[in-house]
């Protein structure tokens, strides 16, 4: 099992996909950070990656894109216990996320 610092490192890769892919869906609360993004332009292929504080666990796998839509669903669900503030739609918002992840290094 990886260790938070190796689990912090590998989810900062794919925190920066998920921010350089398009569409994708970035979530960052007191509890987790989360993205939601496609593998390359086809969209057949998708990553679903968490991962928790204070512990710095990692949940990553590959799904197709209706099961995307449907975690997606599920996210959105709990958006109204972290506020819609949550999600990342700003550098400066995704730079907060980089920070907060650059605590379990």
Do not use: R
């Amino acid at each position: 099992m990886a260790d938070k610092t190796e689990n912090a490192k590998e989810f900062g890769q794919l925190l920066d996909q998920a921010w350089s892919h398009t569409p994708s869906f970035i979530c960052c609360n007191s509890d987790y950070i989360y993205c939601l993004f496609p593998t390359d332009d086809t969209h057949e292929t998708w990553v679903e990656a968490s991962i928790t504080f204070p512990d710095g666990s990692l949940d990553k796998k590959e799904i197709p894109p209706t099961k995307a839509i449907a975690l997606l669903i599920e996210e959105l669900k709990v958006l109204p216990d972290y506020g819609a503030d949550s999600i990342v739609t700003s550098k400066a918002k995704f730079d907060e996320a980089v920070a907060k992840l650059a605590s379990l290094l």
